[in-house]
Every structure is written in C-alpha cells, then in structure tokens.
C-alpha cells in the first residue's frame, strides 16, 4: 500500500517544524547585534535631537531677523515722518516771521513804533 499524499506532506512537515538546536555562538551573535541596534537607535536619538535643536536655532533666528527689519522699517518710517513735521513746521515758522516783519513794517510805517 503507498502512503498518502497528506500523510507525507504531515511528515515533511514535522520534519520542518522540529525542533533543531541553534548553531554554536548564535546567542552571542544575537546579543552582539542587539547591542548594536540599541547603539544604533541611541545614535539615531542624538541625532534628532541635534536637528530638533538646529531647526529651532534656524527659527529662532529668522524670527529675531523679521523683528529687527521690521524695527528698522519703522524707525525709517518714523524719520521719514519726522522730517515732514520739521518741514511743516519750517514753512510755519517762516509764514509767521513775514507775517511779522511785514506787520513791524507797517507799523514802523505809520508811526506806531517809536
């Protein structure tokens, strides 16, 4: 009588599925290279770090750059209008010395200065 197809296949299968012994330094293998991953990921951590810290620098200081333009935009802004007071006020001043000399003028004039 020839074995069964199945009963075949079950055997291979539990040939497969056998417990075996590991092979001679495979613990230390094992060990060794998760040592190495935990380094690695230590390594990996310092890393993000190092850029979480340079990004935040980088913004930082674009931040501190777009507050000073922005100051001196305003202190260019309140010059400009500085010197359009002083302006204004020039023509002011001067309007009111005609006024005045032209007002002495005509007193002194008419007699009304002595």
């Known amino acids: 009588m020839k074995p069964e197809p199945i009963d075949e296949f079950e055997r291979a299968l539990r040939r497969t599925l056998a417990r ?14 998760r040592s190495q991953s935990a380094a690695a990921a230590h390594r990996f951590l310092w890393q993000r770090i190092a850029a979480s810290v340079l990004l935040a620098a980088a913004v930082s200081g674009l931040l501190t750059w777009n507050r000073i333009a922005q ?8 010059g400009r209008q500085l010197f359009i007071a002083l302006r204004i006020t020039h023509h002011a001043i001067r309007d009111v010395q005609t006024r005045l000399a032209a007002h002495s003028h005509n007193a002194f004039s008419q007699g009304d200065i002595q």
């Open 20 to 33: 075996q012994p590991s092979p001679p330094g495979f613990k230390q293998r094992l060990l060794l290279r």
């Open 71 to 78: 100051q001196r935009r305003r202190e260019k802004e309140a």
